[in-house]
């Protein structure tokens, strides 16, 4: 996404802690327990980098992560991007989060007893492109340099976790973008988000899948673009 953007506006993008090039020295599995310790990251990332008012931009439990930072220091931010966002993935009740709990149970038990088959596997849910073996490949790849230990202790803090609770705290404007045929994130959670989220706004993309930001980026770009036209101005 960045490239769409760095003519017009400052960018910053991070690994987070654990992941990517990160320090792992800095990853303590006590302090990472929960999602609220990355959002506190979030929040120290803006201060070392003197970030006023940003329009943060999140995927999946990124954007999780995003809200929760938001809502401890609800001035801080102009506007958030969710892509794909999915605030609790286990079916409760009138719920649909898309997996039921034995489901969750089942994918955790092949991530601890065989990790590359479960980076292929995952990798082949989220784009759900047949056609379309580079984007997969490229998933793939990037979660095959995650330190296998803590993919599997982030993997429990995302899927266990339930954030509904925090959306109607959330008040700054919100982007909610949500593509056709995702598993991980499938239409009712769009329209529990749109519901509960005040100032937010829903858009079903005709991109399929739980990446769009890889499988689909114009279209992706296109209405981050718009929805960041339609703040003050930023850099």
């Known amino acids: 996404m960045a490239p769409h953007f760095a003519d ?3 960018i910053v993008v991070f690994d987070h802690v654990g992941a990517g090039r990160s320090d792992l020295a800095a990853y303590d599995e006590s302090r990472y327990r929960t999602l609220d310790a990355y959002a506190e990251d979030l929040l120290q990332l803006c201060d070392a980098f003197d970030i006023q008012k940003p329009v943060v931009v999140g995927h999946s439990v990124g954007a999780t992560i995003a809200m929760l930072a938001a809502n401890l ?3 801080r931010f102009k506007g958030l991007g969710m892509i794909a966002p999915n605030p609790c993935y286990i079916n409760d009740g009138d719920y649909v989060g898309g997996f039921e709990r034995e489901d969750v149970d089942e994918l955790l038990d092949l991530l601890d007893s065989n990790y590359l088959g479960w980076t292929s596997t995952m990798a082949k ?3 759900q492109h047949a ?5 997969e490949a490229e998933l793939t790849n990037s979660f095959c340099r995650t330190d296998p230990d803590i993919a599997r202790h982030f993997a429990r803090v995302t899927f266990l976790s339930d954030h509904r609770d925090a959306l109607p705290h959330l008040t700054v ?3 909610l973008l949500q593509t056709q045929q995702d598993i991980v994130a499938p239409p009712s959670v769009g329209d529990y988000l749109h519901a509960t989220v005040p100032a937010s706004e829903l858009v079903r993309m005709d991109a399929i899948g739980h990446c769009p930001h890889l499988s689909a980026p114009d279209e ?3 209405h981050l673009g718009r929805f960041i036209a339609s703040l003050a101005p930023t850099r």
């Open 8 to 10: 017009d506006h400052r």
């Open 73 to 75: 220091e609800p001035g």
């Open 125 to 127: 849910v989220l784009m």
């Open 131 to 135: 056609d379309r073996n580079d984007v």
């Open 173 to 175: 404007p919100t982007l």
């Open 220 to 222: 992706t770009a296109g």
